[in-house]
């Protein structure tokens, strides 16, 4: 194999690698769940944040996105351990388009705003903060305040 023909296939080799990787990131996806209202509260069931395998392995959920029939953003709600989480309302505080899980980053498509776990904002150009929701654990529901 001469060298130009050498680079050439390597070079493609690393984009299709590329490609791959990025490809298998984006199959990764957020657990998501219902969530029902009664009186300004959402509440979904606890187990929503442990995942059975197949093989009977057991794993812990760290962000659970709620979808709530009526409100036009979900709402994420990530576990910070010893029954305390975090809820945060998935809209931009930029322009108010709906916000994207990533693990323990929220980003905005629409204009690359970037907040971390908690609604603050790592990159802009939202200057503000996530709206955040008091929520707790009661038996075995999370419950969600929207007052």
Not at 50 to 61: N, V, Y
Not at 70 to 80: C, E, Q, R
């Amino acid at each position: 194999m001469e060298r130009k023909d050498f680079i050439k296939t390597c070079g493609i080799s690393c984009v299709g690698f590329a490609a791959l990787a990025l490809g298998l990131t984006a199959c990764a996806s957020v657990y998501s769940v219902q969530g029902t209202v009664t009186k300004n509260v959402i509440s979904f069931p606890k187990q929503a944040f442990t995942e059975i395998k197949k093989s009977g392995e057991k794993l812990e959920r760290l962000v659970v996105v709620v979808n709530v029939e009526g409100l036009k953003f979900p709402v994420a709600v990530y576990d910070n351990g010893n029954d305390h989480y975090t809820a945060l309302w998935l809209k931009c505080s930029h322009q108010g388009n709906e916000v994207s899980v990533h693990g323990d980053l929220l980003s905005c498509s629409a204009h690359g705003s970037e907040y971390d776990k908690y609604g603050k904002v790592i990159k802009g150009p939202a200057k503000e903060a996530l709206r955040q929701f008091t929520v707790r654990a009661e038996g075995i529901n999370i419950l969600i305040d929207l007052a």
